[in-house]
């Protein structure tokens, strides 16, 4: 069972800019995918951005030329670099990995875009 651990989230002011982490409690080899999604109060999960192995990037059309997903496979880590927040971005931000063996899911952050 990998555990996945979330970090970087908080309160932010419009314009701002975070970036989330997510850790795996083992290595990322093999055949992989990388993601990120968000959750705002009263709608459905939806997906942000997401990574291949491969390399194939695909971001939601909301976040397209503000956020950047990315992978440090030395520290088991993968990143969403957030930029030009809004107040729309206002969400939990949970992180998901797909091995070969599994899929894997963070607990959960919040990110707060407010003034």
């Known amino acids: 069972q990998v555990r996945l651990v979330e970090s970087g989230g908080g309160l932010v002011q419009p314009g701002g800019s975070l970036e989330l982490s997510c850790t795996a409690s083992?290595?990322?080899?093999?055949?992989?995918?990388e993601a990120w999604y968000r959750q705002a109060p009263g709608k459905q999960r939806e997906l942000v951005a997401s990574?291949?192995?491969?390399?194939?990037?695909n971001y939601a059309d909301s976040v397209t030329g503000r956020f950047t997903i990315s992978l440090d496979n030395a520290k088991n880590t993968f990143h969403l670099q957030m930029n030009n927040l809004t107040p729309e971005d206002t969400a939990v931000y949970y992180c998901?990995?797909?091995?070969?063996?599994?899929?894997?899911w963070g607990q959960g952050i919040q990110v707060t875009v407010s003034s």
């Open positions: 083992e290595a990322i080899v093999g055949p992989n995918m």
């Open positions: 998901k990995l797909n091995l070969i063996y599994g899929e894997f």
């Open positions: 990574l291949t192995g491969r390399g194939t990037i």
